[in-house]
């Protein structure tokens, strides 16, 4: 009899990791499949139709090309069309892409502010004898507060009047424990102001947090699904780490992990993407539920300073060009922070 108990258990626990693996894959297929409808799949319905419209109505077109007669307006506009969307189409996949995203143009807005904010913060710190400590220290504070709002602000959406708000906060490293304190977040967050996550010496992170992980193991990290039900509010949740692989023929000459403002701008244009590793079940719950009314994170190391935190209502919306810009924006605060750190 315990022989095959033993048996059945053996079966349970192979099943129950088969069943977690392929769970990870179909996630991992998903994220991809996420990832092309938001960037080509309106390019590739308009190839589509473009090739569905030419094949059927190749008789009418070909008449319009080769006929001597002079097409009339309507015929001159249907041919012009069907000629317009195949060619855009065929450039948005093969040349420069002609379309460019409300997330895009709120990303370029505002790194074009950070740098103002980031200028007038080194002017502040080179004139620190004149200006006095208090005033690095109150700079710093401000640039923070709108660092924090300002990319917030990049990853909310806004669909006919619809409003997603995103939300930001910046984890700090406390000098004097082994853990993380949330110093700062966006106007409007319902973050717990002081929140402490404790950084594990092994790495067992199921009474931590995705930030803890995040900046121990300096890789981005992203919680997909926060919320649960209540009953199940104690249960840790599965924090998936993302390390960047570069398309290149020289990647084994490379260091494994590489912070973006570390890499030689050379290298960009051989292009990237981000690989996920196997998740780590990981998350310290609030004392109130009101607390966690968000559906997905996302953790930026700052190896320097602590983590950026993003947390939205949506559920698993972020893909490589959200992790991208997320990595661009906590390079703007760690060299804020270079240019003031030991200078404060």
């Known amino acids: ?13 192979a099943f129950k990791h088969l069943a977690e693996g392929f769970s990870r894959a179909m996630w991992s297929l998903r994220k991809l499949r996420q990832s092309f409808v938001r960037i080509h799949l309106t390019h590739s319905l308009a190839f589509c139709l473009a090739v569905i419209v030419g ?21 001159g506009l249907i041919l ?10 065929a450039w948005e996949f093969l040349g420069n892409k002609l379309t460019t995203s409300a997330q895009e143009i709120r990303f370029q807005q505002g790194t074009d502010e950070l740098l103002k904010e980031l200028r007038d913060l080194w002017g502040v710190v080179q004139n620190k004898r004149t200006l006095g ?7 710093w504070e401000s640039f923070t507060d709108n660092f924090l709002d300002i990319a917030a602000n990049i990853f909310s959406v806004r ?7 995103a939300h930001s906060g910046l984890m700090v490293k406390d000098p004097d424990n082994q853990s993380l304190i949330l110093k700062k977040f966006s106007t409007g967050a319902g973050y717990k102001p002081g929140l402490k996550i404790p950084i594990p010496y ?3 992170y199921e009474e931590s947090g995705p930030a803890a992980l995040a900046f121990k193991e300096k890789t981005l990290v992203y919680v997909p699904k926060v919320y649960v039900p209540k009953k199940e509010r104690e249960h840790p949740k599965n924090a998936w780490p993302f390390c960047r692989e570069w398309k290149t023929s020289r990647r084994k000459q490379q260091p494994e992990r590489e912070e973006f403002y570390e890499r030689p701008a050379a290298h960009l244009d051989e292009g990237f993407y981000y690989k996920a590793g196997n998740p780590q079940p990981c998350w310290k719950p609030s004392a109130e539920q009101e607390q966690e009314k968000f559906r997905t994170v996302l953790c930026i190391p700052i190896p320097s300073l602590g983590v950026l935190n993003f947390s939205t209502k949506r559920r698993d919306p972020f893909i490589d060009r959200d992790f991208f810009m997320a990595e661009c924006l906590a390079a703007f605060l760690a060299q804020a922070n270079a240019f003031t750190r030991g200078r404060r």
């Open 133 to 139: 400590h208090q005033a690095v220290e109150e700079k």
């Open 159 to 165: 669909h006919f009047g619809w409003n997603s708000k």
């Open 55 to 75: 094949i059927r109505e190749r008789r009418e077109i070909y008449t319009m090309i080769w006929c001597r007669e002079p097409l009339t307006p309507f015929q």
């Open 80 to 89: 012009s069309a069907t000629v317009l969307t195949f060619g855009a189409a």
């Open 202 to 204: 092994d790495n067992n």
């Open 1 to 13: 009899m315990q022989l095959f108990h033993k048996i059945r258990d053996s079966f349970t626990e």
